[in-house]
C-alpha cells in the first residue's frame, strides 16, 4: 500500500542544505509535513509550504506515519533515538527512512534494533547534493523491508528523479558507497583531462563549456553548473581538490 496525499503524514529532521528542499517537495506535494528544526532559520525554505513545528524529536515521531531524517551520520541517527521520549513515542507501524549516507553494517544493526518495536527501517540514502534536491530530481536508493518501500515511493518520489528498491537492510548504503567510488574515480578522470587540457596550452573553461564535459562534472558532483565564463581552477592539485569540495559527502 502506497502512502496517500490526503492522510499521510510525514515527519522530517534534518533541514540542512539537502534535507530543507526534501522536506519542502514533501509537503508541496500534498502530504501532511512535520518538522524539528534546531535552530529556527533552518525553517526559512518552508516559508511558504504548509508544515507543523513540532518542539521535540518524541512530539514529531509520535505525530507522523512516516519519519525520514537526513542527518550527517549513522551516530546522529542513534543519538535521535536515544532522546528522551522518542522510544516511546516510536509505535507499531510506524517507518523510520534515513536519506544519509552510512555504514551498510550499522544500518543493519539500526533496522534490528528497530524491528523490535515493530518499525520499520529504510536505508534510503540519495545523491545528488543540494542543486538536485532543490531541482528535486535527487536518486534515492533504497534497502529494507519492501512493503515499507512501497508505502514511502510516493514520498520519495517527491524530491525524486529515480528512487529504487535494493534489497534488503544495508543494500540501500552498499549501493551508495559503490556510487560515490565510481564519482571519485570520475573526479581523478576529470582532474587528469583539466591537466592535460591546460599543458596542451587551452582554455580549460572554454573546452569545457563547448564540449559539455564541464555541465556533466558538475551535474554529477550535484552542483549547478556555472553560468557566464567564471575562471575554472587550475589544472593542478588545487583544482583537484576544488573539484572535490563541490561534493563535500563523498567518501572514498
Known amino acids: 500500500m502506497t502512502a496517500n496525499r490526503r492522510t499521510a503524514r510525514a515527519g522530517f529532521i534534518g533541514l540542512g542544505d539537502q534535507g530543507a528542499p526534501m522536506a519542502q517537495a514533501i509537503g508541496d506535494s500534498g502530504f501532511g509535513l512535520h518538522v524539528r528544526a534546531r535552530r529556527p532559520q ?114 520519495f518520489a517527491a524530491f525524486s528523479r529515480t528512487a529504487a528498491y535494493l534489497g534488503p537492510s544495508g543494500s540501500g548504503q552498499v549501493t551508495k558507497l559503490l556510487s560515490n567510488a565510481m564519482t571519485m574515480s570520475n573526479l581523478d578522470n576529470a582532474a587528469g583531462l583539466i591537466r592535460l587540457v591546460s599543458r596542451l596550452g587551452l582554455d580549460v573553461q572554454a573546452v569545457l563549456d563547448v564540449s559539455g564535459g564541464g555541465s556533466a562534472i558538475l551535474r554529477a558532483l550535484g552542483t549547478d553548473p556555472p553560468r557566464g565564463r567564471r575562471p575554472y581552477p587550475g589544472p593542478d592539485a588545487q583544482g583537484h581538490r576544488a573539484l572535490r569540495r563541490r561534493h563535500p559527502r563523498l567518501r572514498p
Open 42 to 155: 533552518s525553517l526559512d525554505v518552508l516559508a511558504r509550504t504548509r508544515h507543523t513545528v513540532h518542539d521535540s524529536p518524541a512530539s514529531l515521531a509520535a505525530a507522523v506515519d512516516i519519519l525520514a531524517l537526513c542527518l550527517r551520520d549513522d551516530r546522529d541517527i542513534w543519538q535521535v533515538l536515544g532522546t528522551p521520549g522518542v522510544e516511546d513515542a516510536l509505535r507499531p507501524g510506524l517507518i523510520l527512512a534515513s536519506h544519509g549516507t552510512g555504514d551498510p553494517g550499522e544500518n543493519r544493526e539500526i533496522a534490528g534494533h528497530l524491528a523490535g518495536k515493530k518499525v520499520a527501517y529504510l536505508d534510503a540514502p540519495v545523491s545528488g547534493g543540494g542543486a538536485r534536491a532543490r531541482a528535486r530530481t535527487l536518486t534515492t536508493m533504497a534497502g529494507g523491508d519492501r512493503t515499507a518501500y512501497q508505502t514511502c515511493e510516493p514520498v
